[in-house]
């Protein structure tokens, strides 16, 4: 994998965690639009020196972070799953089945799901970091 492409999944790991480009710009202090164009979906730059520094001190990373794998024993949450069929799973599906039937009733605002999508965006950090600890102590 090359260093554009490390920076740029590592960048989008930071995005994920706090809930999209919007606030990743806000939090390195840059404009949505700039950002966008190396931290959105489909980037049209990347990511230099100065910026990658700069990101690495706004999310409190040591020096070179970026330029790091880190990636390797996540959870892929963008997977499509069948055929499973187990406690934990099902449990997770009627939670978002219950979820999406409130913002359809305008029982949830647009602002609560935005919210709903954080918390579930840094619980699933925080069990990829955990995943990520035991299978370094190994």
Do not use: C
Request: proline letters at 3%; aromatic letters at 6%.
């Amino acid at each position: 994998m090359d260093s554009k492409t490390i920076r740029y999944n590592n960048t989008r790991i930071l995005v994920d965690q706090v809930g999209g480009v919007s606030n990743f710009a806000n939090k390195i202090n840059k404009g949505q639009s700039q950002t966008s164009q190396f931290a959105g979906t489909t980037p049209i730059k990347g990511i230099g020196n100065k910026v990658a520094r700069e990101i690495e001190e706004a999310f409190g990373k040591p020096h070179g972070w970026l330029d790091i794998p880190h990636e390797t024993h996540r959870l892929d949450i963008s997977k499509e799953v069948s055929g499973v069929n187990s406690p934990r799973y099902n449990k997770l599906i009627s939670f978002f089945e219950q979820i999406d039937n409130l913002k359809n009733e305008k029982v949830l605002s647009n602002q609560d799901m935005a919210d709903i999508d954080i918390i579930l965006n840094n619980t699933i950090r925080t069990i990829n970091e955990m995943i990520e600890k035991r299978i370094k102590s190994k």
